[in-house]
C-alpha cells in the first residue's frame, strides 16, 4: 500500500509540473472525451486517458488522488493521502484511519475516563486542585534544609542478635518455606526455563561472590536445608504476574485525582554518630542493610561502610549512598511506610559486603522490586534479615535489628521534612555485648505533583 501512494505522489506531481501549477485548467479537468473511433465503432466513450491520476477530495477535507483505470471508463476509488489543514484539529476515524473500538478514550472528547486524571487530562477532568499542603515536586529529588524534629519517631532502639536468636530466624524460614526462602533457594538452584527474572539476577550475584554464597549454603544446611534443587521442587517459588513484569521499573507515583493524595516521600540515612565508645581497645565500623516497603513496591539499601569511629564522632553519607526509600525518584508509599534495620558492627570489611550490594543491584534490576502479587516483598524481606543473620553466625560481627513503621497519615506532614533518632541500644546494660553504640540519624522530605 504504501509503495502504491508513493507511486500516486509521485505521478500526481509530475501531472502538476507538466500542467504548469494549480491554475492551469488541465489541472481541474481530465475529460478528454473524443468522438472519432467511439463513435465508429459503438463503444462507450474514454471518460480519461489510463493510468493518469487526478486530485479528488477526501471525506473530511483531504487531499487525495484517483487514477483512470486501464479501459478509459472511471476512475478508481479516491486514495485518501492525509488530512488538510482545514480538517477538525482532532480528527476521526474517516480522516485519520485510526480504530474506533479497543482503544482508551482520547483526551479531549469531554469525558474523564478511568484511565485519565486532572494531570494527565485535564480537558477532561478538569484543573487539579492544588496540594497547598506539601511542596512541588519541581526539584525535590535534593533534600531542604532539615531542622525539624520528627521526636515521635524516635522510639526506634535497635537491638542486639544472639547467635541463638540468628540461627532461630533461619531455621524458621527454612521450615516454614516462606516464599522469599523459596526465591533464594531457586537462585541456588540450576535454572529452570520461565524462572522469574529476579531470580536470574540473584543467581548472577550469588556466581559473582562464591565465598559468601558458600557461607550462606553451609547456613542454611545447618537450619536443615538440603539439596536445593529437592526444595525447589517440593516448594516451587512463585511468580510475578505477567503484568507486573511488563511494568517492571515504573516508577511509582501514586494516584493524583485528589489533592494531597498520595504524596511522595524519601528517606535517607543522613549521618551516624558515635556515642559510647568505653575501653575497645579498636574503633570499629558499621554498615547497615535496611528495607524500606510500601503497600506496591519495596526498596533494598546497603550503605557504605564507615571509617573507624572513636567516641563522639560522626560520619555523613552522601545523598547517594543513603537513600533508603526513593532511590529511583520520590515514590507513594500508598499506604504505611515500613522500614527494617539491620546494622552490623565490624572489625573488618566482610566478605558480604558485595554480595549484599549484588542483591541490591539485582533487585533494582529486576524492576525496583515491585509487583501486584506481593511475594517479592518477601523476597526482599528475607534478604535483608537472613544475610546479616548467616554473617552474625559465620563471623564475629555483632548484629543489631529494628523495625519501623511510618503511619500513612503522618506522610504529608513528613513532606515539609524532618528527621529523627535510630539508636544502637544496650550498651550500657548488656556486659557481654560490645560497649560500642551509635545513632543514626534519619531524615524524610517528600513533595506533590500538584504541590505550589
Given at each position: 500500500m504504501h509503495s502504491h501512494r508513493l507511486s500516486l505522489l509521485v505521478g500526481f506531481a509530475f501531472v502538476t509540473a507538466c500542467a504548469g501549477g494549480e491554475d492551469d485548467p488541465a489541472m481541474t479537468s481530465f475529460d478528454i472525451t473524443t468522438t472519432g473511433p467511439a463513435e465508429e465503432t459503438g463503444e462507450p466513450p474514454m471518460m480519461c486517458?489510463?493510468?493518469?491520476?487526478?486530485?479528488?477530495?477526501?471525506?473530511g477535507g483531504g487531499d487525495g488522488l484517483q487514477v483512470c483505470e486501464p479501459d478509459g471508463l472511471a476512475l478508481s476509488e479516491c486514495e485518501c493521502i492525509g488530512v488538510s489543514d482545514s480538517a477538525d484539529s482532532t480528527g476521526s476515524a474517516e480522516t485519520t484511519g485510526e480504530p474506533t473500538t479497543g482503544e482508551p478514550d482520547p483526551c479531549g472528547d469531554l469525558t474523564c475516563a478511568d484511565d485519565e486524571t486532572c494531570n494527565t487530562c485535564p480537558e477532561d477532568c478538569g484543573e487539579c486542585v492544588p496540594c497547598t499542603s506539601a511542596p512541588s515536586c519541581e526539584g525535590a529529588q535534593i533534600p531542604p534544609v532539615i531542622d525539624t524534629h520528627a521526636d515521635a519517631l524516635d522510639d526506634i532502639v535497635m537491638m542486639n542478635v544472639s547467635p541463638e536468636e540468628a540461627f532461630a530466624t533461619i531455621v524458621a524460614q527454612v521450615q516454614e518455606a516462606r516464599p522469599g526462602?523459596?526465591?533464594?533457594?531457586?537462585?541456588?538452584?540450576?535454572?529452570?526455563?520461565?524462572e522469574d527474572p529476579f531470580v536470574a539476577q540473584v543467581r548472577a550475584a550469588f556466581a559473582a561472590n562464591p565465598a559468601p554464597t558458600a557461607a550462606l549454603r553451609r547456613q542454611l544446611a545447618q537450619a536443615?536445608?538440603?539439596?536445593?534443587?529437592t526444595y525447589r521442587q517440593a516448594f516451587p517459588e512463585p511468580r510475578r504476574s505477567p503484568a507486573a513484569l511488563a511494568d517492571q521499573g515504573a516508577v511509582q507515583h501514586g494516584g493524583l485525582e485528589q489533592p494531597c493524595e498520595n504524596p511522595r516521600l524519601r528517606v535517607r540515612v543522613a549521618q551516624v554518630t558515635v556515642v559510647e565508645d568505653y575501653d575497645d581497645t579498636t574503633d570499629d565500623a558499621i554498615y547497615c542493610l535496611i528495607t524500606s516497603e510500601g503497600t506496591e513496591t519495596s526498596e533494598l539499601r546497603l550503605t557504605p561502610v564507615t571509617?573507624?569511629?572513636?567516641?563522639g564522632a560522626n560520619h555523613e553519607f552522601a545523598l547517594g549512598e543513603g537513600i533508603v526509600w526513593g532511590q529511583m525518584d520520590l515514590a507513594a508509599p500508598k499506604g504505611n511506610?515500613?522500614?527494617?534495620?539491620?546494622?552490623?558492627?565490624?572489625d573488618d570489611l566482610t566478605i558480604y559486603n558485595g554480595?549484599?550490594?549484588?542483591?541490591?543491584?539485582?533487585a533494582e534490576m529486576a524492576g525496583g522490586v515491585a509487583g501486584d502479587s506481593g511475594w517479592v516483598f518477601d523476597a526482599v524481606g528475607v534478604i535483608s534479615n537472613l544475610l546479616p543473620s548467616v554473617l552474625a553466625l559465620d563471623g564475629d560481627d555483632q548484629l543489631f535489628n529494628a523495625q519501623q513503621i511510618i503511619p500513612e497519615d503522618q506522610h504529608l506532614a513528613l513532606t515539609q521534612g524532618a528527621y529523627w533518632i535510630v539508636e544502637r541500644g544496650e550498651y550500657d546494660t548488656?556486659?557481654?555485648c560490645s560497649d560500642w553504640g551509635w545513632q543514626l540519624r534519619m531524615e524524610i522530605w517528600g513533595c506533590h505533583d500538584n504541590g505550589q
Open positions: 486517458l489510463p493510468g493518469v491520476q487526478s486530485p479528488c477530495e477526501c471525506p526462602m523459596r526465591v533464594l533457594v531457586a537462585a541456588l538452584a540450576e535454572p529452570v526455563e520461565g536443615g536445608l538440603g539439596d536445593a534443587r571509617p573507624a569511629l572513636d567516641q511506610l515500613a522500614l527494617t534495620y539491620n546494622c552490623i558492627e565490624s554480595l549484599i550490594e549484588a542483591i541490591g543491584d539485582a548488656c556486659l557481654v
